[in-house]
């Protein structure tokens, strides 16, 4: 079955720096690629999303790139603001599968 | 619009007793629902999904069970207690291939 990755498990960036939260998946038949921040006390939510007819997307601040040769996808946060201080979880199914999870990013901020 | 409810928000049970969660979506009919539990600093582990009422699929073996009385309402129970039920539990309804999650219970089992 499906297994994913995620690294690292924890990223302490500078305030105004980037960040990347880069997952890794074994089933070359996944198709749909979503991220998930979750603040404290809360469940997550979905902040971005890839499907593998597409290489790249962005929105706003925040982007995901996927290489299916490689089959790896990454999340990519610019200009890193306080807010941003969640921890990030990435995902991967095939189309009406299950979400598989990765293990979840600590992503802090330093002022 | 969809939503989901989750509830209580926060709950502290002894050792031994019951446990009674419980989720409803508003919105949308026929949803597919899930419950997840997190441990402490720990990632998502899926316990139960349904895809109907009655409809019931177990991911990991353990002290909980999980039932659907209605369409739009999914339960997730415990006879007894034990310590290692403590955690953030998660109910989360898919639409197509996103998922919504809902606020989460945090339960402490003393």
């Not at chain 2, 446990?19 to 629902?33: A, I, Q, R």
């Not at chain 2, 369409?71 to 007894?80: G, M």
Request: net charge positive; aromatic share 10%; charged share 15%.
């Amino acid at each position: 079955g499906e297994n994913v990755e995620q690294h690292p498990s924890t990223l302490s960036v500078q305030e105004g720096d980037s960040a990347v939260i880069k997952c890794t998946y074994s089933d070359s038949a996944s198709n749909y690629f979503p991220w998930y921040k979750q603040e404290l006390g809360k469940g997550p939510q979905l902040i971005i999303d890839i499907r593998s007819n597409v290489g790249e997307k962005k929105d706003q601040r925040i982007a995901v790139t996927l290489n299916k040769t490689a089959k790896h996808f990454s999340l990519h946060i610019t200009e890193t603001q306080p807010e941003d201080s969640a921890v990030y979880f990435c995902a991967a199914s095939k189309s009406n599968y299950q979400l598989i999870w990765g293990a979840g990013t600590k992503l802090i901020i330093k002022p | 619009s969809q939503t989901i409810h989750q509830w209580p928000a926060t709950l502290v049970q002894p050792v031994g007793s019951p446990l009674s969660l419980e989720c409803t979506v508003e919105g949308t009919s026929n949803p597919n629902l899930y419950w997840y539990r997190q441990a402490a600093g720990r990632g998502l582990q899926l316990l139960f999904y349904s895809v109907g009422i009655g409809q019931i699929s177990s991911e990991v073996p353990q002290n909980l069970s999980a039932s659907r009385p209605q369409d739009r309402q999914f339960i997730l129970s415990s006879k007894k207690l034990l310590l290692s039920d403590s955690g953030f539990y998660l109910c989360a309804w898919r639409a197509g291939t996103g998922y919504t999650f809902g606020s989460g219970t945090r339960l402490t089992v003393v």
